[in-house]
């Protein structure tokens, strides 16, 4: 069973369009983080949201973290194609587990 | 600085054999965790490690187990091989084991079993 759903799974835009995906769980996350990762490189860390209702904006993207801590998403804003990657998102449970969801695989067309 | 590194980054290994594979923890992180990533998934947690001692575990069998060393680098080996163990092998380190600690990962050792 996945804590973590992602969707949309693929995503292809056109370079200047705007985006959105999405991360839902049926659980309570104290926290939630957003990871990218590019092909052949472990994930990074982009932000951690942690009060619910909680907007982080970084450069053009937008992380808001839903009022129950149960969803969270990510809006990219004139998206270019530096922002194709894997974006996955992550909550612990338990102490120290952290737990991925499949991810959303954005690319970004020039 | 010297991040997290990974060893070896690609291997071929047989179904029934076993295969250790190596992280290099970032300079001053004293935790270690360990995640497969199948094709298409999300990374999976695998185990952490704490200055040497095993701090949790996923939902993984006995034969996938771990070592940490008093460096703080680590080991995780997989015994009898099967062809699901195909994936790539991420390892974290992080300054501490709680959640508030940032896990820094490296790129990951990518291992088929045929």
């Known amino acids: 069973t996945q804590l973590l759903e992602q969707s949309p799974q693929f995503l292809s835009i056109q370079e200047g369009e705007n985006l959105t995906v999405y991360c839902n769980s049926s659980?309570?996350?104290?926290?939630l983080q957003w990871y990218r990762q590019e092909p052949g490189e472990g994930p990074v860390l982009l932000v951690t949201?942690?009060?619910?209702?909680e907007v982080k904006k970084l450069k053009r993207l937008t992380f808001q973290f839903g009022d129950a801590r149960k969803d969270s998403s990510l809006h990219i804003t004139a998206a270019q194609p530096g922002d194709t990657g894997l974006y996955l998102c992550?909550?612990?449970?338990?102490?120290?587990?952290?737990?991925f969801g499949k991810g959303n695989q954005v690319v970004v067309i020039p | 600085e010297t991040g997290v590194t990974q060893s070896p980054t690609h291997l071929i290994k047989t179904r029934g054999q076993q295969v250790t594979l190596r992280c290099s923890s970032q300079?001053?992180?004293?935790?270690v965790s360990w995640y497969q990533q199948a094709l298409g998934q999300g990374p999976q947690f695998i185990f952490q490690?704490?200055?040497?001692?095993?701090?949790g575990r996923g939902n993984f069998p006995p034969r996938f187990s771990g070592l940490q060393f008093p460096n703080y680098s680590s080991e995780l080996n997989v015994n009898a091989l099967e062809l699901d163990d195909s994936a790539l092998y991420l390892c974290?380190?992080?300054?501490?084991?709680?959640?508030?600690?940032?896990?820094?990962f490296g790129p990951g050792t990518r291992l088929t079993v045929t």
């Open positions: 974290a380190s992080s300054l501490g084991r709680g959640n508030s600690y940032e896990q820094y």
């Open positions: 659980s309570v996350f104290s926290s």
């Open positions: 490690y704490y200055r040497e001692e095993e701090n």
């Open positions: 300079s001053g992180h004293n935790t």
């Open positions: 949201v942690v009060t619910g209702g």
């Open positions: 992550a909550g612990y449970y338990g102490n120290n587990r952290l737990a």
